[in-house]
């Protein structure tokens, strides 16, 4: 050790701050942007040294005019683009009918995705059945734009007697093997190294599968998320791990994930897999990338990061007020737009939809999701009506029901 | 027929809260959608949207009013076509009905919804505070926790608070409010989502001789964090020779809430317990919850203090004295009787005294020990209780393998078996992960009719 002098200044704390508080007047007009289209499309199998800087920047295709331009577009064909846009419409639908039924108390808790539907549904439709993902708690647009039965999400909801997971799990906690969902596990980042996991056993039993991983920015703090990295680069797992970076982490900024490291995409590089960033209000780039990610992986190429850049409209869930950490004026002026309202212009400017056809449209759907709505309250809500059977509560701890469980179920007399 | 609006429960645990504005006045045509009303609660404010259409047609519950409880009716709708005559009689068919909270039910008096008035105090005997610290205040577990972060907080510039959102949001739970103000951002710390990295970073800070409170949303995400507290908090005393300890507090809620499921409501004191190097705290009251704080931060080993969600909105009374401290080791005997034992930590106490005066209902009178601290365990007391009662139902909410019950019951066979007139009997919660369904959350956690069924039991009744 030295006894240097030159050195004995007071040492001092970094501690980052968004850029506007509750009070303040967002205002991202010197935020850049860069124009749609104007991001080069690597071949999959290009060398990822080549194309570092597609994490940097944010690949969009929809331009301001509601046209698809650049070397990302032309992957949706009109007919999926329509089903993008009424899948993207149902999800937002059933959120805004959920998140009433929870104000109602008939579920104690709900989570919406608000402003965030073109993500799930647009990668949803770059997989294979058999593929998994492993999802937060905000990727219901899986379930919906996979065909799901919405019913038996809200029986799910409302924990009644026809739950398919029996009344054991919170709300919008699905699970879906059949549909390629994983179980939600309510802890955050597990879902990571979990989907690195199952897309290397996928390799060693010789499998053609890939798997998906979730994530949000402020989760990528994680351990979990820097172990996932590792074990993906190292071993090339065939999975695709997607960080939703819809800006906040409840009341926390996504600064305070993200410290300096430019973006969330470049922390693939850390780790040497290559990394994209991809303006996730865009449902025809978040195709475009899915499916270039997908391909990777499932051509053995190895993994890839991929960042959605998004905004989280609503509240984290039912329980904070978002009023009380940043302006309420914050989402109207985020810069990238809403991805319903910017997939219908593309589509009016087609030729394939109109004004009108969208109010019908929301009608429809408005009144599908209340008819299963309905119907599942026919079954029951947390409060009232059907409940799951209390013989379920003691199965499933194990595979076969040990004595002393038995004993317990007993005693309860069912 | 009218509508009734209710007043919403905005969260799980949410039993009251405060009508902060209404944004609609009579009269007004409203949509679904539209934001009737602002409300306040413990934890945030909120909106509250309608969901039918039609005309608000009166205001039952005037903005400014604290304290309404939920499903209290705040309003009446008009639909297509109803006037005013409609309201004959509106708003008063339904009595508050219980609040959506299974918790609220099954905890004894003061439940939370309760003002603070309906304290249980009459049940609390004469302990040593009692004596020493007359002077006393109502304060809720939560208000008694931030008091005792804060007042020790001002003596000491090398206590901190670090936690996800304990600065800027003032806690998940509220817990740490108004400290950012007073303190500043260098001493409470808005963290990056990882309990495994700002864990480790803790117990780094109090190798460096700092004081850092560390707040976990719930300690079922300090399961990652683990190896840091076990592995290092714990042990590093021991294994430098005595040269660098670890003054740590982790801290927050602990056990089942309500309606959070398996992966959400698990009780961890007997995990903590087993590991020697460490102190585990589990209060019951405001009382125990500002006085045990104050001395787990000020305890130069690490302290795990286990809170309770469904206890922060409770009132108790509380010493007003700033030296009023409870000493870790000690355990509180919260009611007296001389026919069967009841040890109970954390929730489970007011569950035991309510279940008391079930049992002395029927002449059994039960003396109910509120452990407080679980590591080290109060053996003396309980041993004492016994050569009294001759009878021990241990109670607690976690599994019952291997569990604090079997701890304490093993004990009792070492120190007290001569005095035991019948076989120690556990009060444990059943042994599958919690359920989330209301009726089945209700099955899986004790209830006091357990607790009774167990003291009739061993007393052969």
């Known amino acids: ?414 | 027929m009218p509508i009734e609006i209710l007043m919403p429960a905005l969260s799980p645990t949410m039993t009251e809260g405060k009508l902060a504005s209404w944004q609609k006045k009579p009269g007004d045509q409203v949509s679904a959608g539209d934001v009737l009303a602002e409300i306040e609660t413990d934890k945030a404010t909120m909106e509250v949207e309608a969901v039918d259409e039609g005309v608000l047609g009166k205001i039952l519950i005037d903005e400014g009013t604290e304290n309404v409880a939920v499903n209290t009716p705040i309003a009446v709708l008009l639909e297509d076509g109803e006037d005013e005559s409609a309201l004959e009689g509106a708003g008063r068919s339904a009595a508050p009905a219980p609040a959506p909270v299974e918790g609220a039910k099954e905890t004894p008096a003061p439940a939370p919804a309760a003002p603070a008035a309906a304290a249980p105090l009459a049940t609390s005997p004469a302990s040593d505070e009692d004596k020493y610290f007359t002077e006393t205040k109502t304060q809720s577990v939560r208000e008694a926790l931030r008091d005792a972060m804060a007042e020790e907080m001002r003596g000491d510039g090398n206590i901190f608070v670090m936690g996800e959102e304990v600065a800027e949001y003032q806690g998940a739970y509220k817990v740490t409010q108004g400290l950012l103000d007073e303190f500043g951002d260098k001493r409470v710390i808005d963290t990056p989502i990882t309990e495994h990295g700002f864990t480790g970073l803790g117990v780094g800070a109090a190798f460096m001789n700092l004081k850092p409170i560390v707040e976990f949303m719930t300690f079922n995400f300090a399961m990652q964090a683990i190896d840091h507290i076990i592995n290092s908090a714990a042990k590093t005393l021991y294994m430098s020779g005595g040269q660098m300890g670890c003054p740590i507090v982790f801290r927050g809620p602990n056990g089942a809430a309500s309606r959070v499921a398996a992966q959400h409501s698990q009780c961890y004191a007997s995990w903590y317990a087993h590991c020697p190097g460490l102190k585990v705290v589990s209060p019951w009251s405001a009382s125990d919850a500002k006085g045990l704080l104050k001395s787990a931060i000020r305890d130069p080993n690490p302290v795990i203090f286990l809170e309770n969600e469904i206890l922060y909105g409770q009132s108790f009374e509380v010493p007003t004295d700033e030296d009023f401290t409870i000493p870790i080791g000690k355990a509180k005997i919260e009611r007296s009787g001389s026919d069967v034992t009841i040890v109970a930590l954390s929730i489970m106490v007011g569950k035991a005294l309510t279940a008391a005066e079930e049992l002395a209902k029927e002449g059994i009178e039960a003396e109910v020990i509120n452990l407080r601290s679980v590591r080290p365990l109060d053996t003396e007391t309980i041993v004492n209780s016994i050569k009294k009662t001759n009878r021990m139902v241990s109670v607690e909410e976690g599994w019952p393998f291997a569990g604090i019950g079997s701890e304490i019951a093993a004990q009792m066979m070492e120190h007290a078996f001569d005095y035991l007139d019948a076989p120690v009997a556990r009060v444990c919660g059943v042994d599958v992960p919690l359920p989330y369904a209301a009726n089945l959350e209700r099955m899986a956690l004790r209830q006091p009719e357990d607790i009774v069924e167990a003291a009739k039991a061993v007393c052969y009744r």
Request: some cysteine; hydrophobic content about 35%.
């Open chain 1, 1 to 414: 050790m030295t006894t240097d002098p030159a050195h004995t200044s007071p040492l001092s704390l970094t501690v980052p701050e968004p850029e506007f508080r509750p009070g303040d007047k967002p205002d991202y007009s010197t935020t850049p942007i860069p124009r749609a289209g104007t991001v080069r499309r690597p071949e999959v199998d290009e060398d990822p040294e080549q194309f570092r800087e597609l994490a940097y920047t944010i690949i969009r295709v929809l331009n301001r005019k509601g046209e698809a331009v650049g070397p990302w577009a032309g992957l949706v064909d009109d007919e999926m683009a329509l089903t993008g846009l009424k899948d993207m419409m149902k999800v937002r639908a059933f959120d805004a009918r959920m998140l009433m039924a929870q104000r109602q108390g008939k579920t104690s808790f709900y989570m919406q995705c608000l402003g965030e539907e073109a993500i799930a549904c647009a990668f949803e439709k770059a997989l294979r059945p058999g593929d998994m993902n492993f999802p937060t708690y905000r990727q219901q647009g899986l379930l919906i734009s996979g065909g799901y039965p919405i019913v038996d999400m809200m029986n799910q909801i409302y924990s009644n007697e026809r739950d398919p997971l029996n009344g054991r799990q919170l709300p919008i906690m699905y699970s879906s093997k059949e549909h390629g969902f994983f179980s939600i596990s309510g802890n955050l980042g597990t879902q990571y190294p979990q989907a690195v996991g199952w897309a290397m056993a996928s390799a060693i039993s010789g499998d053609t599968k890939v798997a998906a991983g979730w994530i949000g920015d402020g989760s990528t703090a994680e351990s979990d998320f820097h172990a996932a990295l590792v074990f993906a680069s190292t071993y090339k797992a065939p999975v695709v791990l997607n960080i939703v970076n819809n800006q906040w982490a409840i009341s926390t900024f996504q600064g305070i994930a993200k410290g300096g490291s430019g973006t969330f995409a470049a922390r693939g590089h850390g780790f040497g897999i290559p990394a994209l960033r991809v303006d996730g209000n865009d449902y025809l780039a978040v195709y475009a990338v899915a499916k270039w990610a997908v391909e990777r992986a499932r051509r053995n190429l190895g993994p890839t990061v991929v960042e959605y850049v998004t905004y989280r409209v609503g509240g984290h869930s039912t329980s904070d007020d978002p009023a009380a950490y940043r302006p309420k004026e914050e989402s109207d002026v985020w810069p990238l737009g809403d991805p319903i309202e910017r997939l219908k212009n593309y589509l009016v400017g087609r030729g394939l939809w109109s004004e009108d056809r969208h109010t019908q449209y929301k009608a429809e759907v408005e009144a599908e999701i209340l008819a299963a709505q309905k119907e599942a309250e026919e079954h029951g809500t947390l409060h009232a009506g059907g409940k799951p059977s209390v013989r379920d509560m003691f199965e499933g701890v194990y595979k076969e029901m040990p004595p002393h469980l038995r004993r317990q179920r007993q005693r309860a007399g069912v």
